[in-house]
């Protein structure tokens, strides 16, 4: 990515006005009948002398009107083709051309976290106003610490046109800032012509402050009995609060809570639970406890779930929403406690377009069925497996331990996808491993 640096000024030429006059070519000039004996006329008095005068003038006074100044931060960007000027606390962007991805119009304000004297682990609140001549759809911005790592605490939205939008974003620094650290702006769309105003830049570390709203979270609301999930309790800057206390509202409760951790009980049962920091009480959200597990619950083609932590005893999925290069559409989706099946409409190639994962509490062996409506290849643990087009073909893999990974696709040399099929998995049988 090519940086251009630009400064915040475009500076303005002043020319100082010279006279001179030449004597008079006329050889008829009249004789001068009473020479005034001092030949160097008096200029003018002023009728309001300075009754203090500067007894060291400056010899080269500032032109006027004055230079316009660089401003605190230096601009730079992606594209080369924006500019960037400064005035009052003002720094004016042209925008030049259209992106439709963030990545592909930045703008890089340097470095106001290094000004503020931050360092990995502080709380810390960025806050910079924004205004632009038309719309952004999806306004960007985000302060990053490394640039390499690309590590750091972002926030988007929409930004309305001729609106001046305050962005606030809240977060813990995750790296100690170095020379590349930056707030970086990233416009998504139609942004070509456009004129972006960028002022008040502020980075400040968040130390004490009072706590005055508690917000309570959890990864899911629903859970079946004998399983847990955890509590999580945040502030009105939300950041965590370590030590919230969680309690139950509903009343004879069958399911516990210790600590952050909510049990299900052995009864189908919806429960209320509240978070608590000091005097202040969080509203109360609803967890569904049910008696039977809802193996479908991370099984539908509208969530996505992180691979690298899938969740344990259940079937999960990631679907390619044209990320990667081609697009998945998923239907006719079930899960059991021993089979899932899927058809899968695909157009482009990604090998990985579509994953499926098995999240694992415990080292474990597997077993298991796979059949594929059309021949090819699939990856089962970084294992590429032949498929022909309505056999079963067995998988059994031992000590196995994180996840089951599944890719609809041949990672392999020639990488190619399974593309549209029905695909099943069947006998599905985890034990441990000793």
């Not at 409760?253 to 919806?270: C, F, K, M, Y």
Request: net charge negative; glycine share 6%; charged share 20%.
């Amino acid at each position: 990515m090519k940086k251009l640096k630009i400064f915040g000024a475009a500076v303005m030429a002043a020319s100082l006005l010279f006279t001179s006059c030449a004597p008079a070519e006329n050889p008829t000039d009249p004789e001068i009948v009473n020479p005034d004996p001092d030949p160097t006329p008096d200029p003018d008095p002023d009728p309001n002398p300075d009754p203090n005068p500067d007894p060291n003038p400056d010899p080269t006074p500032d032109p006027d009107p004055k230079p316009v100044e660089n401003g605190e931060f230096t601009i730079t960007f992606s594209d080369a083709n924006n500019a960037v000027t400064y005035k009052d606390g003002v720094y004016t962007v042209s925008v030049a051309n259209a992106n439709d991805s963030e990545w592909g119009n930045q703008i890089f304000i340097a470095n106001p976290n290094k000004a503020a004297g931050v360092a990995a682990g502080d709380k810390i609140h960025t806050s910079i106003t924004l205004e632009a001549d038309k719309e952004i759809t999806t306004m960007f911005v985000k302060n990053q610490f490394n640039g390499v790592l690309y590590s750091g605490i972002d926030t988007q939205k929409n930004l309305p046109a001729n609106e001046a939008t305050v962005f606030d974003i809240y977060g813990i620094v995750a790296d100690n800032y170095d020379e590349t650290s930056s707030i970086v702006l990233a416009l998504r769309g139609n942004a070509a012509d456009t004129i972006l105003k960028i002022s008040e830049v502020k980075v400040e570390k968040l130390t004490d402050y009072t706590v005055n709203k508690v917000e309570i979270k959890t990864s899911t609301t629903t859970i079946s009995a004998g399983e847990t999930v955890k509590l999580s309790a945040f502030d009105q800057y939300g950041f965590e609060i370590e030590d919230a206390v969680f309690e139950i509202t509903s009343e004879n409760p069958v399911s516990t809570i210790s600590g952050n951790v909510l049990t299900g009980g052995n009864a189908a049962e919806t429960i209320t639970v509240v978070a608590k920091s000091g005097d202040i009480v969080s509203e109360a959200i609803s967890i569904i406890v049910s008696v039977s597990k809802d193996y479908a619950k991370y099984w539908n083609p509208t969530t996505t779930t992180e691979g690298a932590n899938p969740p344990a005893d259940y079937f999960s999925i990631w679907a390619d929403q044209n990320w990667c290069g081609s697009n998945v559409v998923l239907s006719d989706m079930t899960a059991t406690e021993t089979s899932v099946s899927l058809t899968q409409t695909v157009t482009g190639a990604c090998w990985f377009g579509t994953q499926i994962w098995y999240g694992l509490s415990k080292t474990s062996n597997l077993s298991f069925k796979v059949t594929s409506s059309v021949a090819g290849a699939i990856t089962v643990n970084d294992v590429v497996y032949t498929l022909e087009a309505d056999t079963a073909k067995a998988i059994t893999l031992e000590n196995v331990s994180g996840k089951l990974a599944i890719q609809l696709g041949q990672h392999a040399e020639g990488e190619t996808s399974l593309g549209s099929c029905t695909f099943t998995i069947s006998d599905f049988t985890v034990t441990a491993a000793e």
